[in-house]
Structure formats: structure tokens, C-alpha cells
């Protein structure tokens, strides 16, 4: 029998971890809330960088080039929505939860145009799992 490695040979469990955590990128300019979504998010084992405005969040995409990406509607600089769109335009393949605390107000365009769900402020972290695991779980179908 072949095997790549010999018995007792184990990757480190830092390779193994760095290899499965699924990269999430939180774009939320009220520090407060996007501090607690990345601290949520990276004690479910997964890969969390932040953005507090669109522009940045945008670099972040291009350099991170994250899965899922949970995303605030109204932001300075850039607006969510034009984030995604501009994203999409760079061929970014992340997937968008849109945050609103505004009603559902933008929530149908986002809908329309690219976001595959959306979370109403205050949020439920309960939600924020949730939606994370959907829009992962429909990347690996």
C-alpha cells in the first residue's frame, strides 16, 4: 500500500486548523458591533478580518479574498451595496450577508442585485451563525 505519509506522521495541528478555517471578512463602521461579530466568529474556529468603512473593505476583499463577507448597508465611502457591486466586478466570489438597522429598507435592491441574505440590526448571533453556515454551505454545493 502507497501512503503520503508513514504511520505516526501527523501534520502539525496548526497547518490543519490554518488549512480548514473558512475566511470571513465584517465590514461595520460602529466599532462596538464589528468587534463583537469578529470576536462571535472567531471563537466558531473561523478566519475573521474587519473593515470599518466600504473602501477599506473593498482592499480587504481583493487582498483576503474572504468566503463569506457580512456587510452593513450603509457605510462611509462606500456603500454596501456598491461594495458588492464593485467587488463582483473584480471577480470577488464571496458570498453577502447585508446588515441594515434601517428596516428593510435597501434590503429588496440588495437582494436583487447579488446579496444572498440579509440580518436586521440589533442582530441575534443565533441569525449570524446561521447565515454565515448558509451562504458557506451553498459555496461547497
Not at 5 to 10: F, H, K, L, N, S
Not at 37 to 48: K, N, P, Q, W
Not at 96 to 125: C, H, N, Q, W
Request: proline share 4%; with cysteine.
Amino acid at each position: 500500500m502507497i501512503s503520503a505519509t508513514e504511520p505516526g506522521d501527523e501534520m502539525p495541528q496548526a497547518v490543519v486548523t490554518r488549512i480548514a478555517r473558512r475566511r470571513i471578512l465584517v465590514i461595520e463602521d460602529e466599532a462596538n458591533a464589528r468587534e463583537g461579530l469578529c470576536l462571535l466568529l472567531a471563537d466558531e474556529g473561523f478566519d475573521v478580518r474587519e473593515a470599518a468603512d466600504g473602501e477599506e473593505g473593498l482592499r480587504q476583499i481583493v487582498e483576503f479574498n474572504p468566503e463569506a463577507v457580512l456587510c452593513d448597508l450603509e457605510l462611509p465611502k462606500l456603500g454596501g451595496l456598491r461594495l458588492m457591486h464593485s467587488s463582483r466586478q473584480l471577480g470577488a466570489s464571496a458570498g453577502f450577508i447585508m446588515m441594515t438597522g434601517s428596516g428593510r429598507t435597501g434590503v429588496e435592491e440588495a437582494l436583487r442585485t447579488g446579496a444572498d441574505t440579509y440580518l436586521l440590526k440589533p442582530l441575534d448571533l443565533g441569525a449570524v451563525l446561521l447565515a454565515v453556515e448558509l451562504v458557506l454551505g451553498r459555496q461547497t454545493h
